[in-house]
C-alpha cells in the first residue's frame, strides 16, 4: 500500500507537498485536551505504576471511600496533564449506577474493553464550551452516540460521549458558571489526603493522541465531517518508512490547534510486517497507539523517568547509533548547547526540525503486557508569538512530529520485534 491505494477519493499528497492551512472550521469551540481515561483491571495499581514513572502524583479519587460502589477511578496530574485510570467493582455491590462519578461507565463494557485490549485508553476528553451542543451537533453529521450529555451532581458539568475508533470515545467536558469544584476535575472525585504533590518530574500538558485505524480514509473523514477539525499534517511511508516497513499519517487539530488527534494506518507489501498492523493485530482493532506528553524540561524529566526504569517505572526504546548524535552537532548547534547535545545522548533524546521550530521526543517502550500503547516526551522549542492580549503562547506543533526521526524509532521498534519474534520461534 501507498500513496496511490488509500481508501477511494481519499489522497495523500506527501509532507514535501503539504500546504499547511487553518480554515478554522470547527463545527463547535473545542478549547483545548480535558483528560485521558485509561482502562485496566486494577486501577490503584496501574495509577501508582505511572504516577512514579512519569512523576504525576494521585490527586483526587472516586472509589468506595468517597460513596462509590460502581468504579474505582484515580486522577494523576501534573501541570494541565490529567490522566484517569478506572476499574469496576462487582456488580453484586451495587444497584444502579447512581453512585458513579462517570455516569456513562458500564462494568460490562469494561470487562469486554480489558479482555479485548488490556490496558489502554477508553476515552480522549476534550474541553467544550458546550457539551449539550458538542453531542447534538456531532450526531447530526454523523457520529456515533455513545452516552448523551449528562449534568453530573454539581449542577454545572456536562459530558457526553461520541464514538472516535475503535472502542475508544471522544469525551466532550463543559463546565458551566465561574466556580469550579473543590479538584478542578469532575464532581464526585474528592482530594486524595495523602498524595505527595512533590513528585513532579517537569510534564506539563498532553501534546498530542495518536490513533492506529485500519484504513485511513474513513477514519479521518469520518473525525472531520463531526468536528470541523482541519488537516494539520500527513506523512507517507515514503516520509517516514524504512526499508523493511511504514505507515502513513495524518493529524488533525482544532481551530486553535491544541487538540491535535494523529491517525495512522499500516502499509503492506514491504519486507516486514507494519508496526501499525503488529499493533492492529495485539490490540485486537483500533485503538490509542499512543500519548504525547510535553516537557518543560526534557533533561530533567529523562534523567527522573530514566532513574525508576526498571523499578517500577518505564522503560525507553533503544537509543541511535552515536553517528546520529554527531549529525546532530551540525543540525541544533544553534539552538542546543555542546553540553544540551552531550546530554541528548546520554538520555537517548532524539531532535527534529521543522521551518518554524524545533522538537526533542524519546519514546518508552509499551506501557503494559502487549505490545500496543506506549507514551512520548517531547519539548518544543520556538514558534512563540503573541495573541489578542498580548500574551506569548507556542503555536501548535511547533517543531513537527519528528519526521525526521521516524526511520530511527521504526528500526528500534523492529529490533524489538525481531527480539520478539526470536523467543516465540525459540523459547
Same mark, same amino acid.
Given at each position: 500500500?501507498?500513496?496511490?491505494?488509500?481508501?477511494?477519493?481519499?489522497?495523500?499528497?506527501?509532507?514535501?507537498?503539504?500546504?499547511?492551512?487553518?480554515?478554522?472550521?470547527?463545527?463547535?469551540?473545542?478549547?483545548?485536551?480535558?483528560?485521558?481515561?485509561?482502562?485496566?483491571?486494577?486501577?490503584?495499581?496501574?495509577?501508582?505504576?505511572?504516577?512514579?514513572?512519569?512523576?504525576?502524583?494521585?490527586?483526587?479519587?472516586?472509589?468506595?471511600?468517597?460513596?462509590?460502589?460502581?468504579?474505582?477511578?484515580?486522577?494523576?496530574?501534573?501541570?494541565?496533564?490529567?490522566?484517569?485510570?478506572?476499574?469496576?467493582? $462487582?456488580?453484586?455491590?451495587?444497584?444502579?449506577?447512581?453512585?458513579?462519578?462517570?455516569?456513562?461507565? #458500564?462494568?460490562?463494557?469494561?470487562?469486554?474493553?480489558?479482555?479485548?485490549?488490556?490496558?489502554?485508553?477508553?476515552?480522549?476528553?476534550?474541553?467544550?464550551?458546550?457539551?449539550?451542543?458538542?453531542?447534538?451537533?456531532?450526531?447530526?453529521?454523523?457520529?456515533?452516540?455513545?452516552?448523551?450529555?449528562?449534568?453530573?451532581?454539581?449542577?454545572?458539568?456536562?459530558?457526553?460521549?461520541?464514538?472516535?475508533?475503535?472502542?475508544?470515545?471522544?469525551?466532550?467536558? #463543559?463546565?458551566?458558571?465561574?466556580?469550579?469544584?473543590?479538584?478542578?476535575?469532575?464532581?464526585?472525585?474528592?482530594?486524595?489526603?495523602?498524595?505527595?504533590?512533590?513528585?513532579?518530574?517537569?510534564?506539563?500538558?498532553?501534546?498530542?493522541?495518536?490513533?492506529?485505524?485500519?484504513?485511513?480514509?474513513?477514519?479521518?473523514?469520518?473525525?472531520?465531517?463531526?468536528?470541523?477539525?482541519?488537516?494539520?499534517?500527513?506523512?507517507?511511508?515514503?516520509?517516514?518508512?524504512?526499508?523493511?516497513?511504514?505507515?502513513?499519517?495524518?493529524?488533525?487539530?482544532?481551530?486553535?490547534?491544541?487538540?491535535?488527534?494523529?491517525?495512522?494506518?499500516?502499509?503492506?507489501?514491504?519486507?516486514?510486517?507494519?508496526?501499525?498492523?503488529?499493533?492492529?493485530?495485539?490490540?485486537?482493532?483500533?485503538?490509542?497507539?499512543? =500519548?504525547?506528553?510535553?516537557?518543560?524540561?526534557?533533561?530533567?524529566?529523562?534523567?527522573?523517568?530514566?532513574?525508576?526504569?526498571?523499578?517500577?517505572?518505564?522503560?525507553?526504546?533503544?537509543?541511535?547509533?552515536?553517528?546520529?548524535?554527531?549529525?546532530?552537532?551540525?543540525?541544533?548547534?544553534?539552538?542546543? $548547547?555542546?553540553?544540551?547535545?552531550?546530554?541528548?545522548?546520554? =538520555?537517548?533524546? =532524539?531532535?527534529?526540525?521543522?521551518?518554524?521550530?524545533?522538537?526533542?521526543?524519546?519514546?518508552?517502550?509499551?506501557?503494559?503486557?502487549?505490545?500496543?500503547?506506549?507514551?512520548?516526551?517531547?519539548?518544543?522549542?520556538?514558534?512563540?508569538?503573541?495573541?489578542?492580549?498580548?500574551?506569548?503562547?507556542?503555536?501548535?506543533?511547533?517543531?513537527?512530529?519528528?519526521?525526521?526521526?521516524?526511520?530511527?524509532?521504526?528500526?528500534?521498534?523492529?529490533?524489538?520485534?525481531?527480539?520478539?519474534?526470536?523467543?516465540?520461534?525459540?523459547?
Amino acid at each position: 500500500m501507498g500513496i496511490d491505494t488509500i481508501s477511494e477519493g481519499f489522497k495523500l499528497v506527501g509532507y514535501k507537498n503539504f500546504v499547511r492551512t487553518n480554515p478554522r472550521s470547527d463545527l463547535f469551540n473545542v478549547k483545548r485536551f480535558h483528560h485521558i481515561e485509561f482502562w485496566c483491571g486494577d486501577a490503584i495499581n496501574v495509577a501508582c505504576r505511572f504516577s512514579w514513572g512519569l512523576g504525576m502524583p494521585i490527586v483526587s479519587k472516586s472509589d468506595l471511600s468517597t460513596g462509590n460502589s460502581v468504579h474505582a477511578s484515580y486522577l494523576l496530574r501534573s501541570g494541565e496533564l490529567k490522566f484517569v485510570f478506572t476499574a469496576p467493582y $462487582s456488580e453484586n455491590t451495587y444497584f444502579s449506577n447512581s453512585s458513579a462519578s462517570i455516569p456513562s461507565f #458500564s462494568a460490562s463494557v469494561h470487562r469486554a474493553f480489558v479482555d479485548v485490549h488490556g490496558l489502554g485508553v477508553r476515552a480522549v476528553a476534550v474541553e467544550v464550551e458546550d457539551a449539550r451542543v458538542a453531542f447534538s451537533t456531532s450526531v447530526a453529521r454523523g457520529a456515533r452516540p455513545v452516552a448523551p450529555p449528562t449534568i453530573l451532581r454539581d449542577g454545572r458539568t456536562v459530558i457526553a460521549e461520541v464514538h472516535l475508533y475503535g472502542d475508544v470515545v471522544l469525551r466532550f467536558v #463543559s463546565v458551566g458558571g465561574d466556580k469550579k469544584n473543590d479538584v478542578d476535575f469532575l464532581p464526585g472525585f474528592e482530594l486524595e489526603e495523602n498524595s505527595y504533590l512533590e513528585l513532579d518530574y517537569g510534564i506539563r500538558r498532553l501534546d498530542h493522541a495518536v490513533g492506529n485505524v485500519p484504513k485511513l480514509g474513513p477514519a479521518v473523514e469520518y473525525v472531520k465531517k463531526f468536528t470541523g477539525f482541519h488537516e494539520f499534517a500527513e506523512f507517507t511511508t515514503e516520509d517516514v518508512g524504512t526499508l523493511e516497513s511504514g505507515l502513513n499519517s495524518i493529524v488533525l487539530a482544532n481551530n486553535d490547534e491544541t487538540v491535535l488527534l494523529p491517525f495512522n494506518e499500516p502499509v503492506y507489501d514491504m519486507k516486514r510486517k507494519s508496526q501499525i498492523q503488529t499493533y492492529l493485530e495485539h490490540n485486537e482493532g483500533a485503538g490509542v497507539q499512543h =500519548l504525547a506528553l510535553v516537557s518543560e524540561d526534557i533533561f530533567r524529566t529523562l534523567r527522573e523517568m530514566r532513574k525508576r526504569s526498571g523499578i517500577g517505572g518505564f522503560e525507553f526504546m533503544p537509543s541511535p547509533p552515536q553517528t546520529y548524535y554527531r549529525n546532530l552537532k551540525n543540525r541544533a548547534r544553534d539552538v542546543l $548547547s555542546d553540553e544540551q547535545i552531550r546530554e541528548c545522548e546520554e =538520555l537517548g533524546i =532524539l531532535l527534529d526540525r521543522d521551518d518554524q521550530g524545533t522538537l526533542l521526543q524519546i519514546f518508552t517502550k509499551p506501557v503494559g503486557d502487549r505490545p500496543t500503547i506506549f507514551i512520548e516526551i517531547i519539548q518544543r522549542i520556538g514558534c512563540m508569538v503573541e495573541d489578542d492580549q498580548g500574551q506569548l503562547y507556542q503555536k501548535g506543533g511547533c517543531g513537527g512530529f519528528g519526521k525526521g526521526n521516524f526511520s530511527e524509532l521504526f528500526k528500534s521498534i523492529e529490533e524489538y520485534e525481531k527480539m520478539l519474534d526470536a523467543k516465540q520461534t525459540n523459547p
